[in-house]
T-cell receptor
Framework: DTGVSQDPRHKITKRGQNVTFRCDPI?????LYWYRQTLGQGPEFLTY????????KSRLLSDRFSAERPKGSFSTLEIQRTEQGDSAMYLC??????????????FGEGSRLTVL | DQQVKQNSPSLSVQEGRISILNCDYT??????FLWYKKYPAEGPTFLIS?????DKNEDGRFTVFLNKSAKHLSLHIVPSQPGDSAVYFC????????????????FGQGTILTVHP
């Protein structure tokens, strides 16, 4: 399967613990995005990378959140000192960031976080 | 502030009939629009898009209409099939130099479409 893969698919943690999610994008894609989706809402943009450079971060992304894409391939999203409000589905997407095409993002299946 | 709104949480239609899903936006800077479909336990998948320079785009059974003056777009599915049952998200973006989305999408809340056999 050559789609976007995310790991783990489900994570249950206690409040105050740190969690890390990994995303492997489609190999030829140079752009990688993180979105968050809560129940009954659409995905919300968190941050995106072009190659290894983090080009934009949403104000939704508090200081407890950090994302990296060290070699321009896979990415990690870490949440420190988790809070119950962090419970959500964390979606990763990738795209080929050049002009043309449909501009579509290819999403992974998501990592569901439950903070107890 | 919900910049992209899908005011109908759900829609139910009979197989073979037309499904019309609606979306409104408030940000005048948006000039590229996309529709995504999401099945349970899967990520959203791209359906169709439209640039603000057009008012209609078709792809098989799916047609998206854009009314810039009303800041409104709609997705028509004809004929509807039971396999179309899913959550549909409208999304909007600024466009890049090539006239497509650069990837920072603002999504609506979604509409659950159910197509009955």
């Amino acid at each position: 399967d050559t789609g976007v893969s995310q790991d783990p698919r489900h994570k249950i943690t206690k409040r105050g613990q740190n969690v890390t999610f990994r995303c492997d994008p489609i190999s030829e894609h140079n752009r990688l995005y993180w979105y968050r989706q809560t129940l009954g809402q659409g995905p919300e943009f968190l941050t995106y990378f072009q190659n290894e450079a983090q080009l934009e971060k949403s104000r939704l992304l508090s200081d407890r959140f950090s994302a990296e894409r060290p070699k321009g391939s896979f990415s990690t999203l870490e949440i420190q000192r988790t809070e119950q409000g962090d419970s959500a589905m964390y979606l990763c997407a990738s795209s080929w960031g050049l002009a043309g095409g449909t501009g579509e993002l290819f999403f992974g299946e998501g990592s569901r976080l439950t903070v107890l | 502030d919900q910049q992209v709104k899908q005011n109908s949480p759900s829609l139910s239609v009979q197989e073979g009939r037309i499904s019309i899903l609606n979306c409104d936006y408030t940000n005048s800077m948006f000039d590229y629009f996309l529709w995504y479909k999401k099945y349970p336990a899967e990520g959203p998948t791209f359906l169709i898009s439209i640039s603000s320079i057009k008012d209609k785009n078709e792809d098989g059974r799916f047609t998206v209409f854009l009314n810039k003056s009303a800041k409104h777009l709609s997705l028509h599915i004809v004929p509807s099939q039971p396999g179309d049952s899913a959550v549909y998200f409208c999304a909007a973006s600024d466009s890049n130099a090539g006239g497509t989305s650069y990837g920072k999408l603002t999504f609506g809340q979604g509409t659950i479409l159910t197509v009955h056999p």
